[in-house]
């Protein structure tokens, strides 16, 4: 099913927006003949000139990986965080709607507040952030513009080419003889490769919101200690941050099959850079 469906959305014309970003790069290798487009090609904000992209190129499957992911950063920016993340996804799916592609769009477990134990697609978001809200914003313009999309929401996103917690942890590690990590907020951490190559699956879907991470749940804690020997445990109170996260941000995937456990999928990176 998985290779068919690549093959099958391969020979459509895909257009990447971020495609310069840690999700983006893994996307360019699941599709290697798409358009890409960085920032420096593409300010998504600037609807004109989404439109005006989209409908000269008419691909028939957009993908945006852009977004502004600086999570505490929003806090200090939430009229940035609203365009880029909540206003310009509507714009992408307004061109969509016109020239009659299919759009794809991440959103984020940030979007719940963390009070239940799990979310399933159809629960009720209540972001506790400002990068949380944003995205949701981002989910509801989307789907005011066009019923042809698909939002996949995931969660604790790592990989190559950006900023995240295995390559910061690592780095700790060496520097140090105990990394403190926090044990009481709870996810689903989720390889960058693995979702981008879950993503022509999804296109093949029915249009609507899916829920894609790794399988299995842990603590930033049991996620550090599966690729470092020297974690430590400490609770978020010891390390006060401008936006709240939820205590318990555990995506269900309750539409497709799941992906391999996140401990099988941290091995292969960490190994993968070793190599490098
Ligand atoms: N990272 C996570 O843990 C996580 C978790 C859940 C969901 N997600 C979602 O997954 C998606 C991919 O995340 P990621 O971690 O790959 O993000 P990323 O590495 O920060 O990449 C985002 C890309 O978007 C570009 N961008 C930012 N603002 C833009 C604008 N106004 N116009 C055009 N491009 C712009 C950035 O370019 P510049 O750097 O040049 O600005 C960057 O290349 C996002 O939708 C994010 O919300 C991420």
Not at 154 to 169: A, E, P, R, Y
């Amino acid at each position: 099913m998985v290779v068919a469906a690549i093959k099958e959305v391969n020979s459509r014309n895909i257009m990447i927006f971020g495609a310069n970003g840690m999700l983006g790069h893994a996307l360019r290798d699941v599709f290697p003949h798409a358009i890409l487009l960085g920032h420096r090609d593409v300010e998504i904000t600037d609807e004109a000139t989404v439109r005006k992209v989209i409908l000269k190129e008419r691909p028939s499957v957009v993908i945006n990986a852009a977004a502004y992911t600086d999570v505490d950063g929003c806090e200090d920016k939430e009229e940035h965080a609203n365009a880029v993340n909540g206003l310009a996804p509507g714009y992408l799916a307004a061109a969509c709607s016109e020239s009659g592609a299919i759009l794809v769009h991440y959103s984020t477990d940030y979007i719940f507040d963390g009070s239940r134990m799990d979310y399933r697609e159809d629960d009720v978001p209540n972001p506790l952030s400002a990068y949380g809200r944003s995205k949701l914003l981002g989910e509801q313009s989307i789907q005011k513009n066009t019923h042809n999309y698909r939002i996949i929401r995931t969660s604790w996103l790592f990989g190559g080419h950006g900023k995240n917690f295995v390559d910061t942890i690592l780095a700790l590690s060496h520097q140090m003889p105990r990394v403190k990590v926090v044990n009481d907020q709870i996810g689903k951490p989720t390889y960058t490769v693995d979702l981008a190559r879950k993503t022509p699956e999804i296109i093949s879907r029915e249009p609507g919101i899916y829920h894609i991470t790794n399988d299995g749940v842990c603590s930033w804690y049991e996620f550090a200690g599966a690729f470092i020997p020297n974690a430590v445990p400490c609770s978020t109170a010891e390390f006060p941050r401008k936006a709240k996260r939820p205590a318990f941000s555990v995506l269900v995937n309750s539409k497709t099959t799941p992906l391999r456990h996140w401990s099988h999928a941290v091995k292969e990176y960490v190994l993968s850079k070793e190599v490098i």
